[in-house]
T-cell receptor
Framework: KQEVTQIPAALSVPEGENLVLNCSFT??????LQWFRQDPGKGLTSLLL?????REQTSGRLNASLDKSSGRSTLYIAASQPGDSATYLC??????????FGTGTRLTVIP | EAQVTQNPRYLITVTGKKLTVTCSQN?????MSWYRQDPGLGLRQIYY???????DKGDVPEGYKVSRKEKRNFPLILESPSPNQTSLYFC????????????FGSGTRLTVV
């Protein structure tokens, strides 16, 4: 069964710093990898989706990379802002019906 | 506004008292799914539905039921809730399966005492 791990579990950075969140998965036979943002009291918001054939995806200050063979993905956030404070979840798809989620990295950006 | 709506947002109930958490989407999505989120375990899928009248078990279906009589609605039913079902529940939908854009509801925090 697919297992997804996110390190670190929590991260605090000063505003303006660039940062990297890590995600690893045990089974490299994936369809895609997705990054979500979760804010307290709200649902999950989809940030980026990387197909298994892709190496990276970018959206604004966010860049996600995928190394399927090594079972790793990173989410790079440039010039962090206090509004980026949230929990970031990584999820992988091995088929049409389910996503396997990591437990998340709780990010705090200090003004 | 395109959205997935869950109700209620918060619920405290007693062991054994049947309850239903509703989920509705207004995007004409075929695929809908329920997850529970627990500390240290991440989100785990309970049930999913590929279309009307088509439902199937996810990773943790024990103690739950679902139905999909209409495309827009996918209620989660706990026939006899127990304290180990205390959790944060999310409904999600997509056009056709998890490999398309996934829209989540805001969550239902359930406490069973």
């Amino acid at each position: 069964k697919q297992e997804v791990t996110q390190i670190p579990a929590a991260l605090s950075v000063p505003e303006g710093e660039n940062l990297v969140l890590n995600c690893s998965f045990t089974d490299s036979a994936i369809y895609n990898l997705q990054w979500f943002r979760q804010d307290p009291g709200k649902g999950l918001t989809s940030l980026l989706l990387i197909q298994s054939s892709q190496r990276e995806q970018t959206s604004g200050r966010l860049n996600a990379s995928l190394d399927k063979s090594s079972g790793r993905s990173t989410l790079y956030i440039a010039a962090s802002q206090p509004g980026d404070s949230a929990t970031y979840l990584c999820a992988v798809s091995s088929g049409a019906n389910n996503l396997f989620f990591g437990t998340g990295t709780r990010l705090t950006v200090i003004p | 506004e395109a959205q997935v709506t869950q109700n209620p947002r918060y619920l405290i109930t007693v062991t054994g008292k049947k309850l239903t958490v509703t989920c509705s989407q207004n995007m004409n999505h075929e695929y809908m799914s329920w997850y529970r989120q627990d500390p240290g375990l991440g989100l785990r899928q309970i049930y999913y539905s590929m279309n009307v009248e088509v439902t199937d078990k996810g990773d943790v279906p024990e103690g739950y039921k679902v139905s999909r009589k209409e495309k827009r609605n996918f209620p989660l039913i706990l026939e006899s809730p127990s304290p180990n079902q205390t959790s944060l529940y999310f409904c999600a939908s997509s056009l056709a399966g998890v490999n398309y854009g996934y829209t989540f509801g805001s969550g239902t925090r359930l406490t069973v005492v």
